[in-house]
């Protein structure tokens, strides 16, 4: 029933910046944790930048310093706030996201992806 629809990819130069947001969509569960991986032709999907409900953030370390993640907990959002990008940057962004449905059980979702591609 969560379905998560990421937005904000686009063609940047290396220096500049992009917002990327995903919503989650649906009913009968509480959202835990949020967070963006990304996934560069020939690699393996990688953590970017994680978020919890009490609010504490992780960040891989290629990324920090100029990427921040941020939540709308009311509207069960959450966006990546990407600065002083580079190539290495180019990459296709997923969202996810773990909660728990509110009768019983876990679950996870990924969202489609938003590419990013970043031009030296």
């Known amino acids: 029933q969560v379905q998560l629809v990421e937005s904000g990819g686009g063609l940047v130069q290396a220096g500049g910046s992009l917002r990327l947001s995903c919503a989650a969509s649906?009913?009968?569960?509480?959202?835990?944790?949020m967070g963006w991986y990304r996934q560069a032709p020939g690699k393996q999907r990688e953590l970017v930048a994680t978020?919890?409900?009490?609010?504490?953030?992780n960040y891989a370390d290629s990324v920090k310093g100029r990427f921040t993640i941020s939540r709308d907990s009311a509207r069960n959002t959450v966006y990546l706030q990407m600065n002083s990008l580079k190539p290495d940057d180019t990459a296709v962004y997923y969202c996810?996201?773990?909660?728990?449905?509110?009768?019983?059980?876990?679950?996870?979702?990924w969202g489609q992806g938003t590419l990013v591609t970043v031009s030296s």
């Open positions: 996810n996201a773990r909660g728990l449905w509110v009768q019983s059980g876990k679950f996870e979702v």
């Open positions: 649906g009913s009968m569960f509480i959202i835990n944790a």
């Open positions: 978020i919890i409900s009490g609010g504490s953030t």
